[in-house]
């Protein structure tokens, strides 16, 4: 697909009419240099969507001690939402800009790098050359403008590209083996609740041959904070990892314990994964109810064991979990 290249013109000026122009073409909340960050900028290209593609944009920046790459895009397949840290290939460290988690480690071209999401909107910055520190591209990122904060409080289902064009990008993944809905499009029949504490109910995905659904909350302050659930039929059971202990894994580290929790006459053993650093993503997943419980929750300056704890006694206690009784 064509990249539309922007002219931004001797004036260095970011103009409405080129921000219109751009928010067109796109299905996610920009983050765009300022007027003293605009000086500084080149190459800005942006990847319209069709049917085919997916939207993006880059440009790169001149800093103090290096030249980095800016590159935003909606990160809407596997598990989307959930993951803080999509271009690194080993885990990083954390940073805080406007209550949002991002980290900064190394990508995997071994350039320096970070990655951070407003709403939907997915911002990957690496050194493409010279040796600007972790402190200058994060102070970078913190002084651009977010545009057209209304995109990102669209629902899932009616901004993503995956869901919308039921286009996965490496084939069928989980996110295509659902049909996507607004909550208040379909009726639920008091089956799944509306909020999860702080969080809402964002978007519902209803299996289109077997018996699953899919939920996810967002965070209602920051529109960023994700919390992915699924609710699947044992046929779909993925190769989940029951290692027990810290320090598992590569891209991320993790700290899984076993839990069980007492049900009725018996107790329910509980996966329960917490990323190793200090504002972890959490991650369990149990069998119950001929079904397989999944979750994801993204990295939070928030709290979020007690969502975990809301999240398992909602499941166990007073949610239907038979997908049928969802009417469209």
């Given at each position: 697909?064509?990249?539309?290249?922007?002219?931004?013109g001797?004036?260095?000026?970011i103009?409405?009419?080129l921000?219109?122009?751009?928010?067109?073409h796109?299905?996610?909340?920009?983050?765009?240099?300022?007027?003293?960050?605009?000086?500084?900028?080149?190459?800005?290209?942006?990847?319209?969507?069709?049917?085919?593609?997916?939207?993006?944009?880059?440009?790169?920046?001149?800093?103090q001690?290096?030249i980095?790459?800016?590159k935003?895009?909606?990160?809407?397949?596997?598990?989307?939402?959930?993951?803080?840290?999509?271009?690194?290939v080993k885990?990083?460290?954390?940073?805080?800009?406007?209550n949002?988690?991002?980290?900064?480690?190394?990508?995997?071209?071994n350039?320096?790098?970070?990655?951070?999401?407003v709403?939907?909107t997915?911002?990957?910055?690496s050194?493409?050359?010279g040796?600007?520190?972790?402190?200058?591209?994060?102070?970078y990122?913190?002084?651009?403008?977010?545009?057209?904060?209304?995109?990102?409080k669209?629902?899932?289902?009616t901004?993503?590209?995956?869901?919308?064009?039921?286009?996965?990008?490496?084939?069928?993944d989980?996110?295509?083996?659902?049909?996507?809905?607004?909550p208040?499009?379909?009726n639920?029949?008091?089956?799944?609740?509306?909020?999860?504490?702080?969080?809402?109910?964002?978007?519902?995905?209803?299996?289109k041959?077997?018996?699953?659904?899919?939920?996810?909350?967002?965070?209602?302050?920051?529109?960023?904070?994700?919390?992915?659930?699924?609710?699947?039929p044992?046929?779909?059971?993925?190769?989940?990892?029951k290692?027990?202990?810290r320090?598992?894994?590569?891209?991320?580290?993790?700290?899984?314990?076993?839990?069980k929790?007492?049900?009725?006459?018996?107790?329910i053993?509980v996966?329960y994964?917490?990323?190793?650093?200090k504002?972890?993503?959490?991650?369990?997943w149990f069998?119950?109810?001929?079904?397989?419980?999944?979750?994801?929750?993204?990295?939070?300056v928030?709290?979020?064991?007690?969502?975990?704890?809301?999240?398992?006694?909602?499941i166990?206690?007073t949610?239907?979990?038979?997908?049928?009784?969802?009417s469209?």
């Amino acid at each position: 697909m064509k990249h539309i290249n922007f002219n931004w013109g001797c004036e260095n000026i970011i103009t409405h009419k080129l921000l219109d122009e751009i928010v067109k073409h796109i299905n996610f909340s920009p983050l765009l240099p300022n007027d003293k960050q605009i000086q500084n900028i080149y190459n800005f290209s942006l990847r319209p969507e069709t049917k085919d593609d997916r939207s993006s944009l880059y440009f790169y920046a001149k800093l103090q001690n290096g030249i980095i790459r800016v590159k935003q895009f909606f990160y809407d397949w596997a598990w989307p939402f959930i993951y803080a840290d999509t271009n690194l290939v080993k885990q990083g460290n954390p940073f805080i800009i406007n209550n949002r988690v991002g980290f900064v480690g190394i990508d995997y071209k071994n350039n320096k790098a970070l990655s951070y999401s407003v709403g939907f909107t997915t911002v990957e910055i690496s050194v493409f050359e010279g040796d600007a520190t972790d402190d200058e591209i994060i102070e970078y990122l913190a002084n651009l403008m977010v545009i057209n904060l209304d995109l990102a409080k669209k629902s899932f289902a009616t901004a993503s590209y995956t869901a919308r064009y039921d286009q996965g990008k490496w084939g069928e993944d989980e996110v295509t083996r659902v049909k996507w809905f607004k909550p208040e499009t379909i009726n639920l029949k008091n089956s799944f609740s509306e909020t999860l504490l702080d969080y809402k109910l964002d978007s519902v995905g209803i299996g289109k041959e077997t018996n699953e659904v899919q939920l996810l909350y967002r965070q209602k302050v920051n529109l960023t904070d994700g919390c992915w659930i699924s609710i699947a039929p044992h046929t779909l059971e993925q190769d989940l990892p029951k290692t027990l202990g810290r320090n598992i894994g590569i891209r991320q580290k993790w700290r899984f314990r076993l839990l069980k929790i007492p049900y009725e006459n018996r107790k329910i053993e509980v996966y329960y994964g917490v990323q190793e650093t200090k504002y972890p993503a959490r991650w369990f997943w149990f069998s119950f109810d001929n079904k397989i419980i999944q979750c994801h929750i993204r990295s939070s300056v928030y709290e979020t064991s007690s969502l975990v704890r809301e999240i398992l006694i909602k499941i166990l206690f007073t949610w239907q979990l038979d997908c049928n009784v969802i009417s469209k």
